[in-house]
């Protein structure tokens, strides 16, 4: 009987890091881990373990977290300083990169690197918010404006991302479902409407919110 898999699909493939660790010589110092969950950039993503200290207060039949400091990189990008990995030791996100395939990963890290993303710092609001935006202005009497979001980027060790305030606001709903197309077809001509304050004919409302007619 086949299996039938049900919910969300993990995207963790490999052991725990100390069942790796753990069956190395010297606790695998110098060799290279991947992480599973990271396979999916087209940049490499490795750790190469520089020092480890087993956690024995963890129970002894699961031995499952690990405190280990690696040379990171991530996405091509070298980290400058060693890294403290513990809290996700305990996943069974990480595979042993084989010694022969060392230095492919390494020459790799050298020419596929990531280039930093430039976003606008600016968005478009939903089209709901939208909407009770311009009732709003028409309810207060105010001049109608094309609303939008300041975006806030947030700063990480492994987001390099820069804001340009000169590239437009970005908008957009995505693919929606073939079932549920009919539900995002005249959207935009509606807005458009909206905004020069005429009605469009499938949405009989005026501006101030009521039936015409």
Known sequence: MPYIYIGRKTTHVGKTLWQLLGN???YGVGRLIIRGSQQR????CF????????????PED???????????????????????????????DFQLVPKEDEDRLYELA???????????????????????????AVAESKKIEEPELKLNLRKSK????????????????????????????????????????TTHPKFP?????KLNG
Not at 66 to 73: C, I, K
Not at 111 to 135: A, G, Q, T, Y
Not at 177 to 195: G, H, K, M, W
Request: glycine share 4%; charged share 30%; aromatic share 10%.
């Open 24 to 26: 190395l010589k010297d």
């Open 41 to 44: 950039y087209e940049e490499p």
């Open 47 to 58: 750790l190469r373990i520089a020092r480890v200290f087993p956690q024995f207060h963890e």
């Open 62 to 92: 699961e031995p499952r977290k690990v405190a280990v400091w690696a040379e990171n990189v991530f996405r091509g990008n070298r980290y400058p300083d060693l890294v403290q990995i513990m809290r996700v030791t305990r996943k069974h």
């Open 110 to 136: 050298k020419v596929k690197r990531k280039k930093p993303n430039v976003v606008p710092n600016k968005r478009c609001v939903p089209p709901l918010l939208k909407e009770l935006l311009f009732r709003e």
């Open 158 to 197: 492994n987001n390099d991302a820069r804001e340009d305030p000169t590239l437009p606001a970005t908008e957009g709903l995505g693919t929606p479902p073939v079932e549920a197309a009919c539900l995002y077809s005249n959207i935009d001509t509606y807005f458009q409407a909206r905004q020069a304050g």
């Open 205 to 209: 409302y005026n501006r101030s919110g």
